[in-house]
């Protein structure tokens, strides 16, 4: 159920930043999903389009775009950066999946591919958020 909660707070954020902006009417928001974020994307995107129904008027007519963020690893060693992409070269197709899922297994399972060191953080792709909000004033 946790995609009706991130869809909600999407759009009461974009309502927010529209306050602040004085938008009178917001056309188009960007989402940023991120590949490592555990969501259904069909959800998701029914939830949203679910709770806008019960928007106040300046949501009337908005498009919600999803947009898939990429992810991002960074080597607390050596500072080297990669992607789920290249850790995904590196592994067979049942970890792959068990990542994409569970991206704590990432943590587990890999190794930065440059010096071998397992101390690496997340950087992207992991989380939602708001790319942009085009509105009219
Ligand atoms: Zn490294």
Not at 118 to 130: A, C, H, L, N, Q
Request: aromatic share 6%; net charge negative; charged share 30%.
């Amino acid at each position: 159920m946790h995609e009706w909660a991130l869809a909600e707070s999407i759009l009461s954020t974009a309502l927010n930043a529209a306050e602040k902006e004085k938008i009178k009417k917001i056309k188009e928001i960007v989402v940023g999903l991120g590949e490592l974020q555990q969501v259904e994307q069909d959800i998701f995107e029914f939830a949203l389009g679910e709770l806008v129904k019960d928007q106040p008027e300046i949501l009337k007519d908005v498009k919600i775009k999803i947009k898939s963020e990429k992810s991002n690893f960074v080597c607390n060693n050596c500072q080297n950066h990669w992607s789920f992409d290249d850790l995904k070269k590196g592994i067979n197709e049942d970890e792959s999946e068990a990542i994409h899922f569970i991206p704590e297994v990432a943590l587990v399972h890999s190794r930065c591919p440059k010096c071998g060191s397992p101390d690496f953080e997340i950087t992207k792709g992991r989380g939602v958020s708001i790319l942009s909000i085009k509105g009219v004033k």
